[in-house]
């Protein structure tokens, strides 16, 4: 460990303390203890007693001792929430944080959108490293299956959810959880009731017992599990090469519940099962003997994703070894994409977790030079990019019409289309309509006086005359200055206004105020919708363009990004990209015929496009059933920071879906053209602003 032997000379006769009580910190103290000046330990859970010959410190004291380097002796997935924990104090007080590895813990990752820095091998390398094995033994967690989740510790907050939703309080539920975990571990690996047991004891007892507990924890993190494909091809490919396959894990579930994993997901026909609570040792313990025993005089290859359980304890047995990374490993590499100051809570948590889960199931990162983080179809951009910001604000609408009382809510055609279909899963008490309307079809029937038609007129239209009086009023004539525009207009206005009742009277409209839900809009339809109803209406938009444009129409608007929150947010430069996502499978309705039924556009997207919608959307709709299904009511929060963070990344990971970027995003009322592959990062260009045609970039 060349790296300790450099700490060893750089803090030569200065204080430092050990961050960690499990059995590691005994084996580095009996290894390294006499080489530093070690005042004490630290620890989060507990601040004094003694252990290995040592005081443990309340954090606070070692600023009396002037401790210079604090020394984390953890896993490196402990390590980085450590740091977290502990980071900010180390900064302030002039004090470094190393792990027992020697990396710099208050060494910030830059944020990269490659694996290149990452010494990682090849799934060719793995095949031929398994060709050469006569046992291949893997690891389960984090290796052949993964949880959608940011850290399993975050199943405990799901649980404290859970019991505070049933009536039962556990005050720092998930701090004694952990607590417990660990100071059993210390001895031997305990079984999860073992822990909950400990729970209670050390809390004096509460209205749940440790069965029910138990049995709680492992349904939610049972549901939350996911199969790593790949891995699991890798799994199969070994058994039909006749290779001996064993589960080599650490846990605290029985052999029965590790099976239920494993028929789940249809990992079959391995020779054994070795869980590290069933035979009361732990991978860093004897485990890996016990599996070089039982394999005698075989060749054995372990693969699993933690560097020193599966690694290095496996070589220390004369096991060769694999390192598959995990999500979160690679996402560390890779600086947590720029995500790690704005997560902060649970809800966060999840939606980081569903990320890692999708884009990161596979390990095989390192085929080719480039390394590049890419996305390979247009369901991963609807469901990375896009679906946490849009799921984030159709929760906002639902909280915000109950709140105000709004039982009926028009889902104006075509932006509505999906955001209806997700406002519906979650809420089924009010009346939903998809309202047939378009921005076109509203001014067609609103426009009632020459200021109307002013009003339209001042937005500007990329075409000729002509072609604007057909465009946005249908009307076509060969000269307009031949004709009285504007009797043409009011003529045509009266008769849409008439058709537009019959159809508003055929969907059973009730009198109760009206919400309106629209994407991004200046409230050009409202304003003219609202002349088609009697009753209030009230606008919740996602964003408002140039409110101060429309301040005097008498408008009720409330936005889901306040000005505020617009004037000093990045949402300008990628929102277009989510509204794209929205758009319905149907042609844009233009107008109401006599019988007060829609007439549409011709349509003038393809087949293919029309499929390329219908897979963003469709994973939009799978993040979203996931989300809910994960996250109880209680802990869901909006942060439309971190969903930024997420949307802008379509700037920065490469898009491989060829039929997703020959995308032409159309706006004919403004007769414009926009290639989405301007908005998006491609192998053949690097990031460009992101302005409609015709318009500079916001």
Not at 483 to 491: E, G, K, N, Q
């Amino acid at each position: 460990m060349a790296e300790i032997k450099t700490l060893i000379d750089d803090y030569q006769g200065k204080n430092i303390a050990i961050y960690g009580l499990g059995t590691e910190t005994e084996r580095f103290l009996s290894e390294w203890g006499d080489k530093f000046s070690i005042v004490g330990l630290l620890d989060g859970f507990k601040s004094e007693g003694e252990m290995y010959g040592y005081q443990i410190l309340p954090h606070q004291a070692i600023l009396d001792l002037d401790v210079k380097l604090i020394i984390v002796v953890a896993r490196p997935g402990s390590c980085k929430a450590i740091a977290k924990r502990v980071g900010g104090f180390c900064k302030e007080h002039g004090i470094a944080l190393y792990d027992v590895r020697g990396r710099d813990l208050l060494d910030a990752s830059s944020v990269t959108f490659d694996f290149k820095g990452l010494n990682g091998l090849s799934k060719q390398v793995l095949q031929d490293r398994i060709s050469d094995a006569d046992v291949v033994s893997f690891d389960l967690f984090d290796t052949l299956v993964m949880r959608k989740i940011l850290s399993y510790t975050d199943i405990f907050d799901f649980m404290d959810c859970r019991l505070r939703e049933n009536g039962i309080c556990i005050p720092d539920f998930a701090r004694q959880r952990l607590f417990a975990e660990k100071e059993l571990s210390k001895t031997a690996p305990p079984k999860l009731k073992e822990i909950y047991d400990l729970v209670l004891r050390n809390i004096g007892g509460s209205l749940i017992d440790d069965s029910e507990l138990a049995q709680m924890e492992w349904e939610i993190d049972f549901s939350l599990l996911d199969e790593r494909k790949e891995v699991r091809k890798i799994f199969e490919e070994a058994l039909s090469l006749g290779k001996k396959v064993v589960i080599t894990t650490d846990s605290y579930y029985s052999n029965e519940q590790i099976v239920q994993i494993l028929d789940r997901y249809g990992f079959n026909g391995y020779d054994s099962l070795l869980v590290s609570c069933e035979y009361g040792t732990a991978k860093t313990q004897k485990l890996f003997s016990v599996l070089s025993d039982k394999y005698s005089g075989k060749r054995i290859l372990h693969i699993g994703d933690d560097e020193l359980a599966d690694i290095e304890k496996a070589k220390a047995c004369g096991i060769d070894s694999f390192r598959l990374y995990s999500a979160s490993d690679l996402f560390d590499v890779l600086g947590g994409l720029g995500t790690d100051e704005v997560i902060k809570d649970i809800s966060d948590r999840v939606k980081i977790g569903l990320f890692l889960a999708r884009i990161f199931n596979s390990p095989f990162w390192f085929e080719d030079e480039e390394r590049r983080l890419t996305v390979n179809d247009a369901s991963d951009v609807g469901y990375l990019f896009c679906a946490p910001m849009i799921s984030d604000y159709t929760l906002w609408l639902k909280a915000n019409t109950d709140k105000q009382g709004y039982g009926q809510i028009l889902f104006g055609a075509r932006d509505g289309y999906l955001v209806g279909r997700l406002f519906r899963m979650i809420d089924d008490s009010k009346d939903s309509y998809y309202f047939l309307s378009s921005r076109t079809a509203a001014i067609r029937a609103g426009m009632d006086s020459q200021e109307d038609i002013d009003y339209v007129d001042s937005m500007k239209y990329f075409g000729s005359p002509e072609d604007e009086l057909k465009v946005r009023f249908g009307i076509e004539v060969e000269d307009v200055s031949l004709v009285d525009r504007s009797a043409l207009i009011l003529d045509k206005a009266k008769q849409q206004r008439e058709n537009y009742h019959k159809y508003i009277g055929k969907l059973g409209i009730g009198p109760g105020k009206l919400a309106l839900f629209d994407f991004v809009a200046k409230g050009t339809t409202q304003m003219y919708l609202q002349k088609l109803f009697k009753q209030h209406m009230k606008g919740f938009y996602f964003l408002q363009l140039e409110p101060e444009f429309m301040a005097d129409k008498d408008l009720d608007i409330e936005p889901f990004y306040s000005d505020e929150e617009k004037n000093t947010s990045a949402i300008f430069d990628n929102y277009y990209i989510l509204e794209t996502m929205l758009t319905a499978p149907y042609p844009q309705m233009i107008e109401m015929d006599n019988e007060g039924n829609p007439v549409f556009a011709a349509e003038t997207r393809s087949k293919r496009d029309l499929q390329v919608f219908d897979r963003a959307q469709r994973g939009i709709l799978q993040y979203f059933r996931e989300y809910l299904s994960i996250l109880p009511v209680s802990a869901r929060t909006e942060n439309k920071i971190l969903d930024e963070k997420l949307l802008a990344l379509v700037n920065r990971v490469q898009i491989l879906d060829e039929d997703f970027l020959a995308l032409k995003v159309e706006d004919t009322f403004f007769g414009r053209m926009t290639d989405i592959s301007v908005l998006c990062y491609t192998e053949k260009t690097e990031f460009r602003g992101t302005g409609r045609q015709g318009e500079p970039a916001p």
